[in-house]
């Protein structure tokens, strides 16, 4: 019969395996609003700005936010992608952080 400690570390590993699965890939997406001088923007109505996939092996898939311009050519929206890649910045050091300390953690846990 399984103590309770048992059953809390097999509880915790399958949270860790879990965790795991789902950082095989990461996903950013950046929104936006419209926004005038004379109404509120709707908060409810984003639009899709820029989107970036990564995964776990260094395969990765970005959309960026282009738009028309007076030329009546392409041009990237750079305000929009600036944040963007700041968002991906942050979840990619987050991710690394998590996973750097369930490897310290399995490590730990190998050790004894």
Do not use: C, W
């Not at 860790?16 to 509120?40: G, H, R």
């Not at 991906?88 to 991710?95: F, I, M, N």
């Amino acid at each position: 019969m399984p103590t309770e400690l048992e059953n809390s570390i097999r509880a915790a590993a399958e949270k860790v395996a879990t965790y795991i699965q789902d950082a095989a890939v990461m996903e950013v997406k950046t929104f936006y609003v419209l926004t005038s001088a004379t109404a509120l923007p709707d908060m409810d109505t984003e639009r899709p700005g820029a989107y970036s996939m990564v995964k776990l092996d260094g395969d990765s898939k970005t959309v960026v936010p282009m738009r028309e311009a007076r030329d009546g050519g392409l041009e990237l929206d750079g305000t929009l992608f600036e944040i963007h890649e700041r968002n991906v910045a942050t979840a990619t050091e987050y991710r690394a952080r998590v996973l750097n300390a369930l490897i310290g953690l399995l490590q730990q846990r190998g050790g004894r």
